[in-house]
């Protein structure tokens, strides 16, 4: 995977699964009134500080594909959990969207040159960007089925945690 130098790198990061866990023994959870329990996905507060030592924290945005209800949830526990004082990122730099292939939408507007998800769903259509770097970070069986199936492997890093995020994306810059 090569990128063009010349470019400003600009990264997406998902925040369902990706940034805000999903709780195999209760997996309903942010889903329900106990939402601000729910906990981060380990190491995805530190490494994003480590993102934005990278990248700058003018060039970290997350992009979520939810519904209104899910989006003002997911606002509330960015707050709730620090996550904006923790990490650097800024508030304004929080998209969200209601399909998954308008992900690629938001990825080209505001140039951003590596994309994290956790859905081959939808870093399928983020491929179609030139010059993109992308990561499926955890995905489900389905997801990784799907991927697998897809001849797309050597266009995207597969990783299954955080550390290896960080260490991929040191790799790609």
Request: proline share 2%.
């Amino acid at each position: 995977m090569n990128i063009n130098t010349n470019k400003v790198k600009k990264i997406g990061i998902d925040i369902g699964r990706v940034i805000i866990k999903e709780d195999t023994d209760n997996p309903g959870l942010f889903f329900s009134e106990k939402y601000l329990e729910t906990s981060p996905v380990e190491n995805s507060f530190k490494s994003i500080v480590n993102i934005i030592d990278m990248f700058g924290k003018e060039n970290v945005y997350l992009v979520s594909k939810c519904g209104e209800k899910t989006q003002k949830k997911t606002i509330e526990w960015l707050h709730h959990k620090k996550f904006f004082e923790t990490t650097g990122v800024f508030p304004e730099n929080v998209y969200f969207c209601r399909e998954r292939k308008e992900k690629k939408d938001i990825c080209l507007k505001y140039g951003i040159t590596f994309f994290i998800d956790d859905r081959y769903t939808v870093l399928k259509y983020i491929l179609e960007i030139k010059d993109t770097e992308l990561i499926l970070f955890q995905p489900t069986k389905e997801e990784k089925s799907l991927f697998e199936e897809s001849g797309n492997k050597d266009k995207i890093k597969e990783c299954w945690n955080w550390d290896e995020v960080v260490s991929n994306l040191k790799n790609m810059s």
